[in-house]
């Protein structure tokens, strides 16, 4: 990747090499441990360190206390697949959510048909969301993004399981709530357990003769 209009030294430019490099082959970004880690750095400060003078100099952005949530700025982003959108059927426990493994099919739509543009399809399982009119086997449509506002719907991962679920920030822990009455909400703990938000829901399709 070139960012000649960005003035970065060698050791920015070595750590967001690896973050395009590690989205690109994971499906989603490195935690500052993993950028530790794959770069031989002593300490996961300084990974830190060097993650937030790329913030500063907006070439990424994160939110702070969440894993996974770096996203690159000053990259333009993927093209969709000439296939179409793929639409993610069962996640396999740590498998990146689009692995070749989890994509059923593509499906012929333009993603422009939602706003903001949808990036793939999710088959949903079970019937948690049922009282926000999502039902199993409908198809969400999912716009990628690690940054999302208080109440919204989103594909969320909980270390290797992937759920969708709306959102609620409570200080150092979060509340998935499902929009099913039987239901309790899942409290995750933000200092003990990862999570990653993984879209974006921005619409739903219904296929069959109840649509």
Not at 5 to 12: K, M, R, Y
Not at 32 to 45: P, T, V, Y
Not at 65 to 77: D, E, F, P
Request: proline share 6%; hydrophobic share 40%.
């Amino acid at each position: 990747m070139s960012e000649s209009s960005i003035d970065l030294t060698p050791g920015q430019q070595r750590v967001l090499d690896f973050i395009l490099a590690f989205q690109k082959r994971e499906g989603f970004p490195p935690t500052h441990a993993e950028i530790a880690r794959g770069l031989g750095f002593r300490s996961i400060n300084a990974a830190s360190e060097h993650v937030r003078r790329l913030r500063r100099k907006g070439v990424i952005d994160y939110s702070s206390g969440l894993a996974r949530s770096i996203r690159v700025m000053a990259a333009g982003a993927a093209p969709s697949s000439p296939r179409g959108l793929p639409l993610i059927g069962s996640v396999a426990a740590g498998q990146p959510l689009l692995a070749e493994e989890n994509v059923e099919t593509h499906l012929d739509l333009n993603p422009a048909l939602f706003r903001p543009r949808a990036d793939y399809f999710l088959r949903v399982r079970g019937d948690s969301m049922i009282e926000a009119g999502i039902r199993p086997g409908d198809l969400v449509a999912v716009h990628r993004q690690a940054d999302i506002r208080e109440g919204q719907v989103a594909v969320i991962r909980i270390g290797d399981e992937v759920t969708l679920k709306r959102w609620r920030r409570r200080g150092r822990k979060v509340l998935l709530e499902p929009a099913n009455r039987r239901l309790s909400p899942i409290e995750v703990d933000l200092r003990t357990q990862d999570v990653a938000i993984e879209g974006l829901l921005v619409g739903l399709l219904r296929l069959g003769m109840d649509a």
